[in-house]
């Protein structure tokens, strides 16, 4: 069989030197990776019509067919030419007779001083529309799909809203196998279609392709079966060459022109699909009904972080954040959705994998204590590539040790557990032997007093299965006065004696409730500092010396 291939070229119907001028700053262009963030895979028994209608958003009569200068198309849309079974959507097309009748909704010059219509159509087909809600901006659209043969039919996958997106039009008019489009063009001004005509790829009607478009904000690129065809750029050098960039690669530093039929950037499109009769080349006598435009999926990649809301492809795993030896174990994987062609693979020393079913996850627990973990990959035909996810966990009872820091040099201790997963359900106890618990900050971290020579000092963790003690000992070695407070306690005016023979820094911290320290200079001898704005309750004094801490607390009356 023989297969033409003509590309046309790209015509610009404005005048560079005419257009304002862009300046860009040039460099890498950087952006996220690709990530699902629609899918539809038509795996229901019927449309899903949280995703899509079958009919326009326009009043009637425009609801189900288009008109161009009021020259209706030749087919009407009607719900029941849309067909899900066996995971395949079929718009499909039939020479019939119908006649659509109702009541205008809104004033038409095509249908002048009329308040309902009466239409004639010799051909019914399908369509789908996305949801009010289902919108996309910029990112991957695509959509696998088998094209009907023969005269008349002009299938199409499209993003419409003033702006528009041809993922791909095609026209059989009989002269070759099959001429397909692909391209923009807006009706929000008189701006010119960018596009591609008359791609001649052979008979498409002999099975699945896949046609994809990417917007980014550089420009469009079209592909057919992951071969980049076509690619309208968004800017122009001065001299009238393309600015044609993907992500990683270089961008000029310099004046560019900006494409004048590039999209709204920022604007948000619904999909459509549809399975039109075109007027300008009408079916003839070898025309063969009804006919079918196959749809396998439509999907939109977007980009954005792993993490986003909208991966589709995200995975996590719900499961215990601690286990015990013998338990058995259910952890689901959490996908958007699940697939029956989807399929996960798992890996643990701690656990047995005695099952997995779906998306969930049947297991023993064989780690006896310490850190465990799971590790998962989530494979789909749809996601770019393999989704991994780990995830820690506490195995039997919680292992733990601490650590301990002087504080405001002889007088406190921060006292900290470390080396344990921290959960929720954990009963924590602290026992101190010459010292005591001032203050609980959280996240295992307490503030000892030292109210002796030697401390010491146990903590003891407790879950669902078991406990375990730790303990550590602080010995008291410090030496010779660097201030002191000489009147305690004082009301509006403390009096501080600095026994060096130079300037002294300070912190003031209010125990009371923890805020950040202050700081004063204290100059050699005795010195008067105001307190009289501070809350009344107890405050530490704090400062070091050739290397040394010292601190002195005092009581605001």
Same mark, same amino acid.
């Given at each position: ?5 003509t590309?046309a070229s ?21 952006c996220?990776?690709l990530?699902?963030?629609f ?7 019927s ?5 899509w209608?079958t009919?326009? /958003?326009f ?9 161009h ?9 009607r719900?029941?030419n ?8 079929s ?5 019939e007779?119908?006649?659509y009748v109702?009541?205008l909704?809104k004033?038409?010059?095509?249908y002048?001083g009329?308040d ?8 019914t087909s399908?369509?789908?529309?996305s949801?009010d809600?289902?919108r996309f901006?910029?990112?991957?659209y ?17 993003l419409w809203?003033i702006?528009e ?6 026209v059989?008019d009989n002269?070759?196998a099959?001429?397909?489009n692909?391209?923009?063009i807006s009706?929000?001004?008189?701006? /010119? ?6 791609l001649?790829?052979?008979?498409l009607?002999?099975g699945?392709?896949i046609?994809a478009a990417e917007?980014?904000?550089?420009g469009?690129d079209f592909?057919?079966?992951?071969v ?11 001299n009238?060459d393309?600015?044609l960039?993907q ?5 000029p530093i310099?004046?560019?022109?900006e494409?004048?039929c590039?999209p709204d950037f920022?604007r948000?499109f ?6 039109g009769?075109t007027f300008r080349h009408p079916?003839n ?9 196959e749809?396998d ?11 986003d ?8 795993i719900?499961m215990?954040?601690?286990f015990?030896?013998?338990d058995?174990?259910v952890?689901?994987?959490? #996908? ?6 989807d399929?996960?693979?798992v890996?643990?020393s701690?656990i047995f994998?005695?099952?997995?079913i779906n ?5 023993t ?7 465990g973990?799971i590790i998962?990959?989530y494979?789909?035909q749809y996601c ?8 820690a966990?506490?195995v039997g009872?919680p292992d733990?040790?601490?650590s301990?820091?002087?504080?405001f040099g002889?007088e406190?201790l ?7 997963i ?5 009963? #924590?106890v ?7 618990v001032?203050?609980?900050?959280g ?14 000092i146990e ?12 303990s ?9 006065d660097i201030?002191r407070?000489?009147?305690?306690? #004082? ?5 501080l004696k ?13 125990l009371?409730?923890?805020?950040? /320290?202050?700081?004063?200079i ?11 704005t501070?809350? /009344?309750?107890?405050y530490l004094?704090f400062g ?6 010292y601190?002195?607390?005092?009581v605001?009356?």
């Open positions: 069989m023989k297969v033409v291939v590309i790209l015509l610009i119907s404005q005048m560079l030197f005419g257009q304002d001028k862009v300046f860009l700053r040039g460099g890498e262009y950087v996220e990776d990530r699902l963030s899918f539809d895979g038509f795996s229901q028994d449309l899903n019509s949280d995703f209608r009919t326009y /958003p009043p009637k009569p425009y609801d189900r067919f288009l008109h200068d009021c020259e209706e198309e030749l087919q009407v849309y719900d029941s849309v067909i899900v079974s066996n995971g395949i959507l718009l499909q097309a039939r020479r007779d119908f006649r109702d009541i909704e004033e038409s010059p095509c002048p009329l309902s219509f009466n239409i004639d159509f010799d051909y399908g369509m789908i529309h949801q809600g289902v901006g910029k990112g991957r695509e959509i696998s799909c088998k094209l009907p043969q023969g005269k008349g039919f002009w299938p199409a996958f499209w809203a702006d997106i041809d993922v791909f039009d095609d059989d002269t070759v099959d001429r397909l692909v391209g923009t009706t929000a001004s008189p701006r /010119p279609k960018c596009g591609l005509d008359d001649y790829t052979g008979n009607s002999q699945f392709h046609y917007w980014h904000e550089y469009i592909y057919i079966n992951s980049l065809v076509y690619r309208i750029p968004r800017y122009y050098r001065l009238g393309p600015l960039v992500c990683g690669q270089y961008i310099g004046w560019y022109v494409n004048s590039y920022d948000e619904p999909l459509i699909a549809n399975l009769i079916p006598a070898s025309t063969v009904f009804p006919q079918s435009l749809i999926y439509i999907s939109v990649y977007e980009r954005m972080p792993v993490d809301d909208r991966n589709l492809c995200g995975v996590d719900d215990p954040s601690t015990c030896l013998g058995n174990v952890a689901g994987v959490l #996908v958007s959705s699940w697939d029956s062609s399929s996960i693979s890996l643990s701690d994998i005695d099952s997995i998306n969930f996850i049947y297991a627990v064989i780690g006896a204590d310490g850190e973990d998962v990959d494979y789909s770019p590539e393999v989704q991994t996810v780990q995830k966990f506490l009872p733990f040790s601490l301990m820091s002087e504080l002889c406190f921060t006292v900290t557990i470390v080396d344990f921290s959960n929720a359900s954990d009963d #924590v602290w026992n101190v032997v010459g010292g005591e001032v203050s609980d900050l996240f295992g971290m307490v503030i000892i007093e030292v109210l002796a020579d030697n401390v010491f903590c003891t963790l407790t879950n669902q299965c078991g406990s375990i003690m730790r550590i000992s602080y010995k008291k070695e410090c030496t010779g201030f407070v000489v009147s305690n306690p #004082v009301n509006s005016v403390l009096h600095n026994y060096l023979s130079q300037d002294l820094e300070l912190g003031v911290l209010d009371n409730n923890g805020t950040p /320290p202050a700081t004063i204290v100059g050699p001898g005795i010195n008067s500092v105001s307190v009289a501070m809350n /009344p309750g107890v004094l070091e010396n050739a290397g040394q801490p601190s002195e607390r005092f605001k009356y």
